[in-house]
């Protein structure tokens, strides 16, 4: 049985096709600058294929995914009635669905009323589902599979905010979470590597790459996170604030002469390791400056460092202990400074790491702790395409 696997962006679509009787990836790709010209990397196996091809919107990106993977050299369908199902990312599924669901137009009405709670994802993953759909036999089950729903047990004392509550009743504002099919996987992975039930386990997950957000998993279950309404609060990022002091916003606003357009792009586009750093968005050359003795780059390379210890601590406290904490994520799972730094004061809790060992781990499953450190500490690579050909799986009923 075959599961396509799609993560659409308002410009972008991954897709990954799945085997799901050994759980093995059988072709993915990356179309691009979806409505401006169009690129695709389509790989199976080792090899990639790139080439540039006009896709004028989503649904002309479909085709050529379609075109990726049944014709040619390198096909690897003799025909799409080979696909059993889709399983889409979602982002924001808010406090209506707290499990993956199939997707009807009933849903995809409920979805759009749901835009402005995530203005950057949803309008694209509503767009990209109605894409596929054009594409794929109306007999093919389309499941959504949303990045909210693993949170969907975080306790009300974590996800209303001290303001007026008939803000929430009204508007429904209150902490979602996000991340929640990454969170969920590492959080399960983990387990499985140590040997325990989740259910008897105090987890801290980091997820850490362009988005990064903390959660805290008690027995199985998600009680806190650090992105909230929307992915903007928590930990600093790539380029935006994570969180920062409310008064800032309408400081700025009055200060710079910006209206809510120019404080939002400020804080999601500028802000973040670009905005510390004035020099990139990316890690990597963050690290690399910094190590050339570019000040600001380390800064912002500190400053993620002590946010991570500073979610990390208060986590142990929110759950009275933690067992384990996991990093994944493009970051977190070769970063092994961000690692060090975010573990380096936490002695205190019994966790310990070995740098020697933490020094040569990038993007395999790997516990980074010394023998002695109570508290471990695993790197874990995530899979949420796995999680959600599985989900679409069991939703859609397949033997
Ligand atoms: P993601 O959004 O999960 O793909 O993560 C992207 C982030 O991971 C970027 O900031 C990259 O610079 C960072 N990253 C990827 N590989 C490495 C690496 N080897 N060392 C440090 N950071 C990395």
């Not at 929430?168 to 979470?177: D, L, W």
């Not at 000040?295 to 912002?300: E, N, V």
């Not at 994944?328 to 004061?345: D, F, L, M, Y």
Request: with cysteine; hydrophobic share 40%.
């Amino acid at each position: 049985m075959k599961i396509l696997v799609i993560n659409a962006g308002s410009s972008s679509l991954k897709y990954q096709l799945v085997e799901m009787a050994n759980e093995s990836v059988i072709a993915k790709g990356l179309c691009e600058r979806i409505g401006l010209d169009g690129k695709i990397v389509h790989q199976v196996g080792e090899k990639k294929i790139k080439y540039d091809v006009p896709f004028p919107t989503h649904q002309q990106a479909f085709e050529e995914l379609v075109k990726a993977l049944t014709t040619g050299d390198d096909a690897v369908l003799s025909d799409m009635g080979e696909i059993s199902a889709v399983g889409h990312r979602v982002v924001q599924g808010s406090d209506r669905f707290s499990d993956s669901a199939l997707i009807t137009e009933e849903m995809l009405k409920i979805l759009e009323s749901f835009n402005d709670l995530a203005p950057l994802h949803n309008p694209a993953n509503i767009m990209a589902i109605r894409a596929c759909m054009k594409v794929f036999d109306a007999g093919v089950p389309q499941v959504a599979v949303f990045d909210t729903a693993f949170h969907s047990s975080i306790p009300e004392k974590a996800f209303i905010y001290p303001i007026p509550y008939e803000m929430y009743e009204k508007h429904r504002i209150r902490r979602y979470g996000f991340h929640g099919t990454s969170h969920r996987y590492v959080s399960a992975r983990v387990a499985e590597l140590m040997g325990k039930p989740e259910t008897e386990l105090k987890i801290i997950t980091c997820h850490l790459g362009n988005g990064s957000s903390v959660a805290a998993i008690d027995g199985g279950k998600s009680v806190d996170t650090t992105m909230g309404l929307t992915p903007l609060e928590g930990l600093g990022m790539g380029t935006r604030c994570g969180s920062i002091d409310p008064s800032i916003v309408t400081f700025l606003m009055d200060k710079e002469g910006l209206d809510t357009k120019g404080i939002s792009d400020l804080m999601n586009k500028k802000s973040g390791y670009l905005g510390i750093s004035g020099l990139t968005n990316d890690l990597r050359d963050l690290q690399e400056a910094a190590d050339g003795g570019h000040k600001r780059a380390a800064l912002a390379l500190d400053i993620l460092g002590y946010q991570l210890l500073k979610y990390i601590g208060s986590y142990a406290a929110a759950m009275g202990g933690v067992d384990v904490v996991v990093f994944t994520g493009g970051i977190g799972e070769n970063s092994s400074g961000t690692r060090s730094k975010a573990c380096a004061g936490l002695g205190f809790i019994g966790l310990t790491i070995d740098e020697e060992i933490n020094k040569g781990v990038f993007s395999r499953e790997v516990d980074i702790t010394t023998p002695e450190s109570k508290v471990k500490v695993w790197v874990v690579p995530t899979n949420e395409e796995l999680v959600i050909a599985r989900d679409t799986k069991e939703v859609a009923k397949l033997k």
